[in-house]
């Protein structure tokens, strides 16, 4: 089974197959692939070349396996201490974007659930933005919010950050501490 949250991989998979998606989605939903093997133990070709597809386009928009961190604009991993609740200093990893990156759309959190398995049960992604000649101007926005990661998951943001500098992943709610973030990562969406 193959799980994916991103509103965008859908409706490419949709296109994948040669039907058309009758509704607009919004961002974060769930899709669960299952292969269907027909009575020969054989999955139909039909379905192997979608599949094969949908995997190249992911591979495309992300990068490779296991990291899927090679297509990223800039990617981290660290150790959140606590959440927004017991300090600011402590809830937040904060990912530099390099030098002339012109907007970004779309970020990755992974936590790495062999150190302790799933713990945030609360989140945000901000970016810092109005950075250039006058840093004065520079203000942390929000570009999403959730109350799960897990193995991976993928927010596509409403709007993308143009001209962002940094993102900053803050946890707001935690099952235990620490909590082990083994990929934070930034991505634009000239691949997807």
């Not at 999955?43 to 070349?49: D, F, G, I, L, T």
């Not at 992300?62 to 297509?71: E, I, M």
């Not at 300090?87 to 530099?96: C, R």
């Amino acid at each position: 089974m193959f799980r994916v949250i991103l509103s965008c991989a859908f409706t490419h998979f949709i296109s994948i197959l040669g039907t058309t998606a009758p509704y607009v989605f919004t961002t974060f939903i769930v899709i669960e692939l299952d292969f269907a093997i027909n009575r020969q133990g054989l999955v139909e070709p039909s379905h192997a070349a979608a599949y094969s597809g949908f995997g190249s386009w992911i591979n495309e928009c992300y990068g490779a396996a296991p990291r899927f961190t090679n297509a990223a604009v800039a990617a981290t991993s660290g150790t959140i201490m606590g959440n927004a609740s017991t300090s600011s200093l402590i809830a937040t990893l904060v990912l530099e974007l390099p030098a002339g990156t012109k907007q970004i759309d779309r970020a990755m959190v992974q936590e790495d659930l062999g150190k302790g398995g799933q713990r945030i049960r609360s989140f945000t992604i901000d970016a810092l933005v109005g950075v250039g000649s006058n840093s004065s101007t520079a203000q942390w926005v929000q570009m999403s919010a959730g109350h799960s990661v897990g193995n991976k998951r993928i927010d596509v943001f409403k709007s993308a950050a143009v001209g962002a500098t940094k993102l900053r992943l803050t946890v707001v709610a935690n099952a235990a501490a620490p909590v082990y973030i083994l990929n934070f990562a930034a991505f634009t969406g000239d691949a997807c």
